[in-house]
């Protein structure tokens, strides 16, 4: 999370496919881009082709990285979102008290060359906020983890939780989540995570 100016924030959740070091280097790898270019007032979609471009030069075979990225600006309580391969935020809507799964989005980055990457952009989804709305953003750590049948958590369960603490401050959403794996899985996450709730006011 980044306030690039006075009321306008850039905020990025990712995730590297694989384990170890090599994923971590890609990891520092991208979270130097984020901070680079998100300084910068370069629109949400050229990030993402900008982002692309740069790993695709030093990543790896076989190694990508998924990544929600937001361009949030207070000043017009609006929010600009697009999402390369990254699992689908959850929006809560205070004035419809309704959650809904925001799922639009592009390949991950460092998969296919910039040219090709393009072609599947889309229109970043834009949001016009209001005070209480909140967003959910996660990693697959949360959604993939299984208990001892080998079930995994699954998109409705956390849209569940999401439900009954829509109205509690970001916190305490999150750490309700990050509670609610360990009760269903019985044991600490075995995989990464990471849970971000952004409550709007």
């Known amino acids: 999370v980044l306030e690039s100016n006075p009321g306008r924030f850039k905020v990025a959740i990712g995730d590297v496919s694989g384990k ?9 790898e991208i979270k130097g ?14 990030f993402m082709n900008t982002s692309n471009q740069a790993l695709v030069a030093c990543m790896q075979k076989g ?6 990225y937001l361009d949030i600006d207070t000043s017009k309580k609006e929010v600009k979102m697009v999402r390369a391969g990254h699992c689908p935020a959850f ?4 004035v419809e008290d309704k959650i809904c799964m925001m799922r639009e989005g ?16 889309q229109d970043p989804q834009v949001i016009h906020y209001q005070p209480g709305d909140m967003m959910l953003l996660y990693t697959d750590g949360i959604i993939e983890a299984r208990n001892e049948e080998g079930e ?33 899985t019985h044991s600490d996450l075995e995989d990464d995570y990471t849970v971000l709730a952004i409550k709007f006011m």
């Open 106 to 121: 592009t390949l991950g980055l460092g998969i296919v060359n910039g040219s090709i990457f393009k072609s599947y952009n």
């Open 20 to 28: 170890g070091t090599t994923a971590a280097f890609y990891m520092a």
């Open 91 to 94: 929006y809560y809507s205070s």
């Open 152 to 184: 995994e958590f699954g998109y409705h369960r956390l849209k569940n939780i999401f439900t009954v603490h829509r109205n509690q401050e970001s916190e305490e959403l999150t750490t309700s989540i990050v509670n609610g794996v360990k009760d269903f």
């Open 63 to 68: 190694f990508f990285v998924t990544l929600t």
């Open 33 to 46: 881009i984020f901070h680079a270019l998100s300084r910068t007032d370069m629109d949400p979609i050229s």
